[in-house]
């Protein structure tokens, strides 16, 4: 009998609400905000609710008459029964007067209903899961279930003044006898908590500081995208994609999500250039990954080591044929594709037929020789007028094949498509074909069935049309081009790994060689007089692990020198993987040599070694073991001359030591993605425009193949609400991991450089102050929740789930509020803030606790020669600045002046405050701790005003 089971409702009920708004036109305003027309169950019932309610609302009396001609003029009287049954709703409902109770039953169906197709819609997902997992099944059901209970939540209204003066002496009462001052939460602040009497349950606190300087880099820098596609960053920042390249904590690049997209104007701008000719373009604020962890450029000077990419093993699904691999490589290294027809021009045999075939396979055009005695051979692609008849005759064959099938005639054909008759007879005979127009139709007249040609073979029939090879150039933007010019097109980028590796060795079998030096130094290379298919060969390589270090030199052409680009390969590994991965067609010999060369000699390197300091790290991890145990245990030869400290680090050494030690994280280093190149310039530019992005838990991304990065005032109140008041205190912290805020707040509570803790570089009087942090932090109410991207409903629900669990909360933090997301989509980002911050206004009412909730300023603020923010410079600020109960700005002057008095200090200026005084307090910073502490009272004179 399940299937037989109907959904809960009332008719009465339902009726009884028609009725009576029809009798008492008064009674709408007693039930307005309790139902919508969705809460009904029968469709007519939902149509005479909107009719009822668009009348009352337009100031129109509404009774039998008044609304059945509401109902005809929008064509729907006879949809609801027509005036019999608008009769009968009125006579049946002998009076309004508990219109109420008819409607609370009505909506209480309607959840009831509700929750029945959640319930099966569960049901249902968990039996077929469509490839998602538990934790996304789990996560959907939830969010279902509260969007209902969100939408019930209507209960309330207005308040007889005589009930709320009672309490409110009753409150007046209880501050009266309390010895504290400070009626809310406590911050630690003693200035801060005299302005604000300490953070006021259920009110909505927003802080914001300084815009982020961090990850700002030129727009035309390039990015790495997981299908294989380079993007510059302005067209990133435009097509907002969703995922980066980016370094983990396991010293590994992945793919990331990118949660946010700045906009950072006109900056200045440093190009930093690195021994193997990499480069990038960026602020001075911004960060690289050096062996102390990561540093702002205005910190890195000539000499210094940071990380670069090792290996970016990214391949797309995208292929092309082989052929035309083949010819794009070959017209790339030593292609003429500046003329009518492109010609190829080389001196190796073996390769010239390897040309001629891939010619001869893309279809339509045939590769004519030209030899010289003087010269080497050319071979220029034309025209296949054999090619073009085959062609022809195929169609012939095909379209007489499909007339005969459908019994269709010539003239029948002719008169739909219409053309003559005689149009028919030639393309039978094969002596024309159907222009474009003709072709899309005569697609249409046989549909479904597809016409069994390409677009190439096609054009191949015309009988004037150009060369379709030097047509497919054109389409990657390549005809043209001169020698200087030329580029891989973006189709090479996305190509599956196989493809790629047959275009790096029929590239290399142009321009490329294979030798060995003199000194026994094996080594491959690439040279081109274009620096950007330069630049982007090196980049393909390291698709495959290879380092390619590029280099400028002066090439002889008959009486002069030009000047070339050359990539040279001599790291020994990356040479085994080159030959083993790719090779080189028509360089056999050349290859075996080298394979002899390296079999014949250790392999050295220096191009991918372990920077020095991280000696420091195997000390630590040794302990009082010494260097000479050690390196027994590890295997080492030659364990009594480590050069400990002296000498930087290869791979497998460091692999046994971490091995020996079992150290993960040195045993990750030992086989990353990225090794250590120097820094050999860093060249002002001027100003250029530049983009940021915020990366989901790891803040960094790969650009032009090197590695760059990206709450201190509300989580130091944070702190200071969990251990001192013992109250439970909610982070959402959606921008850091957890486990960095983590370290964060043991810096802060011990008093230890940040620095020291993010490297785990402590000093021995670090150690206590570390332990005396963790026992500080240990059993008190601290929860972090770092799930990026949460939506208002999911942290209204998290935080419901902790105060069910731990009781009353104290305090709840979102770092950041710009992270937050509206499901489904607006028409601005504005109108999705205001929905976020009215929603966090409403969970800070519901749950009586006051959220602070981190929000960024606008980049407008850096353009002002006073940087003190302002209430304007709240970024979307419209809804922020009308729902916060409490608006506080964070200013340090040291940031903008070098020459300050204020060094060490922060003003912390109280914008808006609706129950309390504006102004600004002092604090002092303390950044290498990341901790804001106490000033002396008599350190500065406030402004004790209001607003």
Request: contains cysteine.
């Amino acid at each position: 009998m399940e299937h037989l089971k109907v959904p809960p409702h009332s008719i009465e009920a339902e009726q009884s609400v028609l009725g009576g708004l029809m009798l008492d036109n008064e009674a709408w305003l007693k039930i307005a905000d309790r139902l919508s027309d969705k809460d009904f169950y029968r469709r007519d019932h939902q149509l005479i609710f909107v009719a009822i309610r668009q009348l009352l609302e337009d100031s129109h009396p509404c009774d039998l008459i008044t609304l059945s001609e509401w109902l005809e003029q929008q064509a729907k009287l006879d949809l609801v029964g027509g005036l019999a049954y608008l009769g009968t709703l009125a006579k049946n409902t002998p009076s309004a007067a508990n219109i109420t109770a008819y409607a609370d039953i009505v909506r209480e169906r309607s959840v009831l209903r509700q929750l029945v197709r959640v319930g099966t819609d569960i049901a249902n997902s968990a039996f077929e899961t469509q490839g998602r997992g538990t934790a996304e099944l789990l996560d959907t059901a939830e969010r279902e279930v509260f969007a209902i209970a969100e939408q019930g939540a209507r209960d309330g209204g207005f308040v007889p003044i005589k009930q709320l003066l009672a309490q409110a002496v009753e409150k007046i009462d209880t501050l009266f006898h309390r010895e504290d001052a400070i009626t809310g939460i406590a911050t630690g602040f003693t200035d801060f908590d005299e302005k604000t009497a300490g953070l006021q349950a259920s009110d909505l606190i927003i802080v914001a500081g300084r815009p982020s300087m961090g990850k700002c880099c030129a727009e035309d820098t390039e990015l790495l995208l997981p299908d294989g596609c380079l993007c510059t960053l302005a067209n990133f920042y435009q097509q907002r994609h969703t995922e980066v390249i980016s370094l983990h904590d396991d010293w590994r690049l992945r793919p990331q999500k990118v949660t946010q997209f700045i906009d950072d104007g006109h900056k200045p701008v440093f190009r930093v250039t690195t021994r193997l000719g990499r480069y990038v373009d960026t602020t001075a604020a911004h960060p690289f990954l050096t062996a102390q962890g990561w540093k702002p450029l205005l910190e890195l000077t000539v000499g210094e080591q940071i990380a670069v990419p090792r290996a970016l093993p990214v391949f797309g699904n995208q292929a092309l044929r082989d052929c035309e691999v083949k010819l794009l490589a070959y017209l790339l290294g030593d292609g003429n594709l500046t003329n009518t027809s492109p010609a190829f021009t080389n001196t190796n045999p073996e390769i010239q037929q390897d040309f001629a075939a891939a010619v001869q396979a893309f279809g339509g055009v045939q590769a004519q020789f030209y030899y010289s005695k003087t010269r080497a051979t050319d071979i220029k692609v034309a025209a296949d007028k054999q090619n073009r008849q085959q062609l022809r005759q195929r169609f012939s064959a095909w379209l007489r094949e499909k007339l005969m099938r459908l019994a269709c005639s010539q003239r029948h054909l002719a008169h739909t498509l219409a053309v003559a008759p005689g149009t028919i007879t030639y393309w039978l005979q094969g002596k024309n074909i159907p222009t474009p127009d003709l072709w899309r139709r005569l697609v249409d007249f046989f549909a479904p069935e597809a016409l069994p040609f390409s677009a190439q073979e096609y054009a191949g029939m015309a009988k004037n049309h150009a060369n379709t090879l030097m047509d497919w150039l054109e389409s990657y933007g390549l005809r043209g081009k001169s020698a200087h010019h030329k580029f891989i097109p973006a189709a090479v980028f996305t190509l599956p790994r196989p493809q790629l590796a047959l275009f790096i060795n029929r590239l290399f079998a142009t321009d490329g060689w294979a030798s060995v030096l003199s000194s026994g130094q094996a080594q491959l290379g690439f040279a081109s007089v274009s620096e950007r298919l330069i630049r982007q060969l090196q980049h393909l390589l390291l698709r495959f692990g290879i380092i390619a270090r590029l280099k400028k030199r002066a090439v002889k052409y008959q009486d002069k020198r030009n000047l070339a680009w050359q990539l040279d390969i001599t790291d020994a590994q990356s040479i085994q993987t080159f030959m083993q991965d790719i090779g080189i067609f028509g360089k056999t010999s050349a290859l075996s040599k080298v394979q002899q060369a390296l079999a014949n000699k250790n392999h050295h390197t220096n191009t991918d070694l372990i920077p020095r300091a991280f000696w420091d790290t195997l000390e630590r991890a040794k302990g009082a073991e010494s260097w000479v145990s050690l390196a027994k245990r590890a295997g080492i030869q030659g364990y009594s001359n480590l050069h400990v400290g002296k000498r930087a680090l290869t791979r497998q050494r460091l692999k046994q030591l971490a091995d020996a030690l079992d150290h993960d994280n040195l045993r990750n280093l030992a086989s990353s993605d990225i090794c250590w190149d120097k820094i050999v310039s860093i060249e002002p530019l001027g100003k250029k425009q530049v983009y940021d992005l915020s990366i989901a838990q790891t803040q960094n991304f790969i650009a032009n193949d090197l590695c760059v990065h990206n709450t201190t005032f509300a989580m130091n109140i944070a702190e200071h609400v969990a251990i001192h008041s013992e109250l439970p205190v909610a982070v959402f912290s959606m921008e850091m991991p957890g486990e960095q805020l983590a370290m964060r707040i043991m810096s802060s509570l011990g008093r230890i450089d940040q620095t020291k803790v993010r490297t785990g570089k402590l000093d021995d009087d670090d150690w206590p102050r570390l332990t005396s942090a963790i026992n500080m932090l240990m059993e008190k109410p601290l929860y972090i929740d770092d799930t990026p991207a949460l939506s208002p409903t999911e942290v209204r629900a998290r935080a419901r789930r902790l105060a069910r669990e731990y009781g009353q909360l104290g305090l709840i933090v979102l770092d950041y509020l710009q992270l937050m997301q509206v499901p489904g989509k607006s028409d601005n980002r504005a109108t999705e803030v205001a929905e976020i911050s009215r929603s966090m206004k409403a969970l800070a009412k519901e749950l009586h606790v006051p959220i602070i909730a981190l929000s960024q300023l606008n980049r407008s603020l850096e353009q002002r020669p006073d940087k003190r923010p302002k209430m304007a410079d709240l970024r979307e600020s419209g809804g922020l600045e009308q729902d916060a109960d409490l608006i506080v700005f964070i200013y340090r002057d040291e940031v903008y002046n070098e020459d300050t008095d204020a060094k060490g200090t922060a003003e912390i200026i109280i914008g808006k405050q609706r129950n309390g005084p504006i102004g600004t307090v002092r604090l002092a910073f303390l950044g290498k701790y990341t901790r804001f502490e106490n000033l002396a009272a008599d350190f500065y004179t406030g402004n004790d005003g209001y607003e």
